[in-house]
């Protein structure tokens, strides 16, 4: 995420990858960029809550740097703002602070901001994730990945009882293997060994167009070596080197 504070006002800009040269260099991201945020005397809101999430997220952080940030912020004006601030912040949030992170947080707008029970093709729709890092999802998809998770994807108002099919997008093997950057790639996939032990019910990932892979593609694994196949630059991947 970055401030920029310009003579006319205030941007926000919020992107998926690290400011870090692996992360951004040779791989596909995503930005998002506001309008710029006059500043103003008075403490004028977007209609979605944008600063007041924007400011319950920084001061998570307990850092004294960024109070000079939550100042500017709220002396400004977001009513131009138009989006929803999805956030995540570590540990566990109970009482008041339940929905205000992470997929609670999720969960809460689709069900407060949108109606598709009358949509058909989006009942009989899947749920498609794409991510570049797994943690433990637990020791079966009941656990967490299929309950809780699945749970605030979906329209929670929906009279259906059914829940949609979920699928995931992640990199195997190969994929990274004849990369652009090859095995180098994968150091930016941090999936470990004892998070793939940890969730035994890990499906087999969908590829972009969404197609099944074979039952033969692997998920790609940070801390394993790879050494059957060079990749696109003559590289093997040993972590241990």
Same mark, same amino acid.
């Given at each position: 995420m970055m401030f920029l504070l310009y003579e006319t006002g205030l941007r926000i800009v919020i992107h998926t990858a690290n400011l870090i040269l692996q992360d951004w260099k040779q791989k596909? &991201?995503?930005i998002w960029i506001s309008p710029i945020c006059p500043k103003m005397n008075d403490d004028r809101e977007s209609k979605n809550n944008f600063k007041k999430d924007l400011l319950e997220y920084i001061e998570r952080y307990r850092a004294r740097p960024l109070q000079f940030w939550q100042k500017t912020i709220s002396e400004h004006d977001f009513s131009s703002i138009n989006v929803h601030l999805?956030?995540?912040?570590p540990g566990r949030h109970t009482g008041p602070d339940?929905? $205000?992170?992470g997929h609670l947080k999720l969960r809460q707008t689709l069900k407060n901001y949108l109606n598709l029970d009358k949509d058909e093709q989006y009942n009989s729709s899947p749920i498609v994730g794409q991510f570049s890092s797994i943690g433990s999802l637990g020791p079966n998809a009941n656990s967490w990945?299929? $309950?809780?998770? /699945?749970?605030? /994807? $979906? &329209?929670?108002?929906?009279?259906?009882l059914e829940s949609p099919e979920l699928k995931l997008i992640y990199p195997t093997v190969e994929n990274v293997r004849t990369s652009l950057e090859g095995y180098m790639a994968g150091g930016s996939l941090p999936y470990?060994?004892?998070s793939l032990h940890d969730s035994p019910s890990f499906p087999i990932p969908y590829d972009l167009p969404p197609v099944k892979y074979q039952t033969s593609d692997k998920p790609w694994i940070v801390d394993v070596a790879y050494k059957d196949k060079p990749d696109s630059h003559g590289n093997m991947w040993d972590p241990s080197d």
């Amino acid at each position: 995420m970055m401030f920029l504070l310009y003579e006319t006002g205030l941007r926000i800009v919020i992107h998926t990858a690290n400011l870090i040269l692996q992360d951004w260099k040779q791989k596909t &991201q995503g930005i998002w960029i506001s309008p710029i945020c006059p500043k103003m005397n008075d403490d004028r809101e977007s209609k979605n809550n944008f600063k007041k999430d924007l400011l319950e997220y920084i001061e998570r952080y307990r850092a004294r740097p960024l109070q000079f940030w939550q100042k500017t912020i709220s002396e400004h004006d977001f009513s131009s703002i138009n989006v929803h601030l999805i956030s995540s912040t570590p540990g566990r949030h109970t009482g008041p602070d339940l929905n $205000k992170f992470g997929h609670l947080k999720l969960r809460q707008t689709l069900k407060n901001y949108l109606n598709l029970d009358k949509d058909e093709q989006y009942n009989s729709s899947p749920i498609v994730g794409q991510f570049s890092s797994i943690g433990s999802l637990g020791p079966n998809a009941n656990s967490w990945l299929t $309950k809780e998770f /699945l749970t605030s /994807l $979906k &329209q929670l108002s929906s009279s259906s009882l059914e829940s949609p099919e979920l699928k995931l997008i992640y990199p195997t093997v190969e994929n990274v293997r004849t990369s652009l950057e090859g095995y180098m790639a994968g150091g930016s996939l941090p999936y470990a060994t004892f998070s793939l032990h940890d969730s035994p019910s890990f499906p087999i990932p969908y590829d972009l167009p969404p197609v099944k892979y074979q039952t033969s593609d692997k998920p790609w694994i940070v801390d394993v070596a790879y050494k059957d196949k060079p990749d696109s630059h003559g590289n093997m991947w040993d972590p241990s080197d």
